[in-house]
């Protein structure tokens, strides 16, 4: 099994949707949790990070956690052709109850936004 | 303030031979993790370091090695490049919480 599980799409969504970007990790001692965009040919760059169960909302994105079934999301609003990009889950790996600073990726899901 | 920087942007070397990538961390970090994203994958871990020394580090050969200078910059090493090692090799710097992307090093080998 994986330790951290993605959907590697491609998932398309029409202009103004709503983009949902799904993720599981295997490690039930994980306590933070990202979401990196990247655009092709360039470097991932952090949009989201969530520590806590429940919903986190940053403008038109929202991450939501829920820890017992070892499941992040990441939903886009409003979905713009801009959007268009590979999302990376990523993973804290932990040792002892401290954070190591190890990420672990997913595959990466591809979102096409269509106009 | 400029953030994590890499160099070079592109590198084409041949089986065998060996290359050096150099990161600079984000003003403030002394941490910096490097790591390998294949094509159509996600970024796999190669090692950590922090106060000079490597803290952490991936299923990685001992053909990749590294350093971090008192002024927190890096330094990737790969040696006997095989034709596998081609890849966008990547640094990041920030702290056990978050981290932030350089633009990466596109790693050829023919």
């Known amino acids: 099994q994986k330790e951290v599980e993605q959907n590697s799409g491609p998932l398309s969504v029409p202009e103004g949707a709503i983009a949902s970007l799904n993720c599981t990790y295997s490690?039930?001692?994980?306590?933070?949790f990202f979401w990196y965009r990247q655009y092709s040919g360039k470097s991932p760059e952090l949009i989201m990070s969530?520590?806590?169960?429940g919903d986190k909302e940053d403008g038109r994105f929202t991450a939501q956690l829920n820890k017992a079934s070892q499941y992040v999301s990441l939903l886009i609003r409003d979905s713009q052709p801009s959007d268009s990009a590979t999302y990376l889950c990523?993973?804290?790996?932990?040792?002892?109850?401290?954070?190591?600073?190890?990420?672990?990726f997913g595959q990466g899901t591809t979102l096409q936004v269509k106009p | 303030d400029a953030g994590v920087t890499q160099s070079p942007t592109h590198l084409i070397k041949t089986r065998g031979q060996q290359v050096t990538l150099r990161c600079s961390p984000k003003s403030g970090h002394d941490t910096v993790s490097w790591y390998q994203q294949a094509l159509g994958q996600g970024p796999q871990f190669i090692f950590q370091y922090y106060e000079e020394e490597e803290r952490q580090r991936g299923n990685f050969p001992d053909r990749f090695s590294g350093h971090q200078f008192p002024n927190y910059s890096s330094e990737l090493n790969v040696n006997a490049l095989l034709l596998g090692d081609s890849a966008l090799y990547l640094c990041?710097?920030?702290?056990?919480?978050?981290?932030?992307f350089g633009p990466g090093t596109r790693l050829t080998v023919l």
């Open positions: 990041a710097s920030g702290s056990y919480n978050e981290q932030f």
């Open positions: 990523a993973v804290n790996t932990v040792i002892g109850s401290s954070n190591t600073g190890k990420l672990i």
């Open positions: 490690d039930r001692v994980s306590q933070s």
């Open positions: 969530i520590y806590s169960n």
